[in-house]
């Protein structure tokens, strides 16, 4: 199952020094390859530093090997989103159909 990981760090002095790391952008893209992201796009978050990342989990027992690297090195702050792909919307088609036969 896919999920976007929205990975929030903060922007105090010791996240400031992880930046000035010459090797930051290396030990990031390590980081990634290691949780197997899909994709990871940068930007601010409620005005902090962060990023959104696509990792693919077979099951939620694997949530803690892909946050607690960020936990650790970036101090970050974690959230996880199930989110569907186009052809997975597609497969819902019967049971969006049953909710709105029973709910709507």
């Known amino acids: 199952m896919k999920y976007v990981m ?13 930046l000035k790391d010459p090797k930051f952008g290396e030990k990031m893209k390590a980081l990634l390859a290691e949780v197997k992201a899909e994709a990871a796009y940068f930007t601010t978050l409620c005005g902090s530093r962060g990023c959104f990342v696509v990792v ?35 497969k819902a088609g019967a049971a969006i159909e049953n909710a709105i036969k029973k709910w709507g």
Not at 6 to 18: C, E, G, I
Not at 60 to 72: R, W
């Open 56 to 90: 693919n989990m077979d099951d939620a027992s694997q949530m803690p090997a892909v946050a607690e690297p960020f936990f650790m090195w970036l101090h970050a702050e974690i959230d996880f989103y199930p989110v569907m792909t186009p052809e997975d919307l597609g």
């Open 6 to 18: 929205r990975v929030k760090w903060p922007t105090a002095a010791s996240s400031n020094d992880l």
